[in-house]
């Protein structure tokens, strides 16, 4: 287990380097968590699979809470509920892991994360005791399923700004929520509501454990949406629903944190939930490619083709990676608060709290190599990628919701740089002295260290350092030139933003091969390798794209020069063939007939 003072702080990949044997990488899953894995692919070869048309369909109200229960009973919904309370207690890298294996149930995974995550964690992490035994239990084994309602009509991503209201009743024994809430997932199935409103004139939400027995709730019919279709989403009304005094979760007031905190959550776990599709999407690929004859040949033989599906693979290692990465390292800092003496729920929050802008590094990462993968595979199948008798039609128009939900990416990317700067300001993350020392390198005389190229990673870890400079020379001198104002300037947040996450994911896939490499040897890594490369070509590009249009956006005169020609400086590529490399690891790829990483 790892201690604090050791182990890395969130956010401070940018200012701090990692070595391969420190982060946590998916081959490392014990035996256990791969047979629990096992458990969750059979239940979707078995349950969803054969089913997917009937259950986007919705024609049968019943099957979607049959095959919850059956979930429950394998014990799908209880992964991380402690065992005191019916659900396995495993940690919480297995319930990425299982997040990323139900990914590619469709629907259903939206089902699922509405559930286990903002359905059931909100109870986990602040209820009493007695709230504990008496819904956690209920909960686990899908006996009841649950839904989380705080959008509202006129309260998406500014969800504290609700009308739903929650006014004592006379007798000071209930609390009568009124109000309407929206794109409820599960809503239609639900019988416990964790739901967020507003008592009198208070500022800020508090939160309630509302039992659909309650009375007084009602709800529209299903939305008629894109994608995700066989998951329910409801508008849900509550009219003078009445709720008992001791069903309010937490502190008055201590919603909005609430929701906050269970999102890091969602956002982590909504990183790792893309995987099981995109390497469905990406499986599916290769084999349609190699059966697909075109001028006489497969199209997989075709560079094109190869290009895109070494794409689609160098992407979805790099998220994997990263959530995985990310995943351990809350879940050590969760052991390590515990061992300080904080109580269990107290130190998995501020655990993941500490790392929220991982999280929110994975769920923008995630849900966008989601998009672009699922675009390439329509792409791949030419005309049946576009047939809703082939399965690219599906998991396109499911994928893009990714985007929008757990808080848009904008949201996302506009908090994960609040959040490091806030932390900056605060001297959590020691952001200025390194900011400085970049700041002075730029008018100093380049000094040209040599690299042991032969070492394996030397380039790119040099290449890596360079672009966490280029986010503490752009970062801190946007911050210096725009001080408080640089909240209203979005443009420049979005840039920062694009830099951390793509030196988050380069990084991430970096050590990952490298200890790949350390276990089994280079030769058996090469593929990996050859995707941690490409991966650290291509965010080299990005980042400088990316840091470019923000210098222009607030610097003038001869201080843009100077950052534009550090920029230069500091996103010099390893000119790679990455041509080659992308065959080379497109020609495995099709020899395996799979995603085989
Ligand atoms: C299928 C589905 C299931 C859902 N499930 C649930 C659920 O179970 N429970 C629940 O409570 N909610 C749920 N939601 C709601 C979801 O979380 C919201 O849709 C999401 O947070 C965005 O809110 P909004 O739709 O009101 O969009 P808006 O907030 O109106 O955003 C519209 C656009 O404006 C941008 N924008 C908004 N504010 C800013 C800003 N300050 N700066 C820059 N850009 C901004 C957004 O990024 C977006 O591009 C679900 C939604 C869908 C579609």
Redesign the pocket.
Same mark, same amino acid.
């Given at each position: 287990m790892a201690t604090i003072s050791k182990s890395i702080q969130g956010g401070e990949f940018l200012i701090r380097d990692t070595e391969a044997q420190d982060i946590f990488i998916p081959e490392e899953f014990t035996e256990e968590q791969r047979m629990m894995a096992q458990a969750c692919q059979d239940f979707i070869d078995t349950e969803i699979e054969p089913r997917v048309e009937e259950i986007d369909s919705m024609k049968n109200p019943d099957l979607v809470p049959s095959i919850f229960k059956k979930a429950g009973d394998l014990g799908l919904l209880g992964i991380t509920v402690p065992e005191e309370y019916g659900g396995l207690g495993m940690s919480f890298n297995t319930s990425m892991l299982i997040a990323d294996i139900i990914g590619a149930a469709g629907s259903f995974s939206?089902t699922y994360g509405?559930h286990t995550g903002?359905g059931t964690l909100p109870i986990l992490y602040y209820g009493t005791e007695e709230q504990k035994q008496k819904y956690l239990p209920k909960l686990a084994v899908g006996e009841w399923a649950a839904?989380?309602?705080?959008?509202e009509p006129d309260?998406? !991503?500014? &969800?504290n700004s609700g009308k739903t209201k929650a006014t004592l009743s006379a007798d000071g024994k209930h609390y009568l929520i009124n109000g309407q809430?929206?794109?409820? !997932?599960? &809503?239609g199935f639900a019988d416990l509501f964790i739901v967020f409103a507003k008592i009198e004139e208070d500022k800020n939400l508090t939160a309630f454990i509302v039992e659909k027995t309650f009375g007084g709730i009602t709800m529209n019919e299903e939305?008629k949406?894109l994608g995700?279709k066989g998951?329910s989403?409801r508008q849900v009304f509550f009219n003078d629903c009445p709720v008992p005094v001791e069903n309010m979760l937490s502190e008055r007031g201590n919603g909005f944190k609430i929701a906050v905190n269970i999102l890091n959550i969602g956002r982590v776990k909504l990183g790792a939930g893309v995987l099981g599709g995109v390497r469905g999407v990406t499986s599916l690929s290769i084999k349609y490619s190699t059966d697909r004859k075109q001028f006489g040949v497969s199209i997989n033989t075709f560079g094109a083709i190869k290009s895109k599906l070494a794409e689609m693979a160098t992407k979805i290692f790099a998220t994997e990676s990263l959530c995985y990465r990310a995943g351990q390292d809350i879940e050590d800092r969760m052991g390590a608060l515990a061992a300080e003496g904080l109580p269990d729920a107290e130190a998995k929050l501020k655990a993941l709290e500490q790392f929220a802008i991982e999280c929110a590094i994975a769920k923008v990462h995630g849900s966008e190599v989601l998009d672009y993968v699922v675009d390439q595979g329509v792409q791949i199948y030419g005309g049946m990628g576009y047939s809703a008798d082939a399965p690219m039609e599906r998991a396109y128009r499911d994928a893009r919701?990714s985007r929008?939900?757990?808080?848009?990416?904008?949201?996302n990317r506009?908090l994960m740089v609040g959040m490091v700067l806030k932390r900056a300001m605060k001297g959590e993350i020691n952001l200025f002295e390194p900011a400085m020392a970049v700041a002075s390198e730029l008018t100093s005389v380049p000094s040209f260290e040599s690299i042991d190229a032969s070492e394996l990673f030397a380039v790119e870890k040099d290449i890596l350092k360079k672009l966490k400079k280029v986010f503490l020379m752009v970062g801190g001198k946007a911050a210096m030139a725009l001080q408080d104002r640089i909240e209203d300037e979005?443009e420049i947040m979005m840039n920062l933003a694009d830099v951390m996450i793509e030196i988050y994911a380069a990084e991430s896939a970096i050590l990952r091969a490298e200890k790949i490499a350390m276990k089994n040897g280079e030769d058996s890594a090469k593929n990996q390798i050859a995707m941690a490369k490409i991966y650290l070509y291509e965010a080299t590009d990005k980042i400088e794209a990316a840091a470019k249009e923000a210098i222009v956006s607030f610097a003038k005169g001869d201080e843009q020069k100077v950052l534009l020609m550090g920029l230069k400086r500091f996103t010099k590529p390893d000119f790679i063939n990455v041509k080659e490399l992308r065959r080379q690891v497109a020609d495995y790829m099709i020899a395996q007939g799979k995603y085989p990483f």
């Open positions: 939206t509405a903002i839904c989380y309602c705080l959008t309260a998406g !991503s500014d &969800a809430k929206m794109w409820i !997932s599960n &809503a939305e949406k995700i998951s989403t919701i929008i939900y757990e808080g848009t990416n904008e949201i506009m979005q």
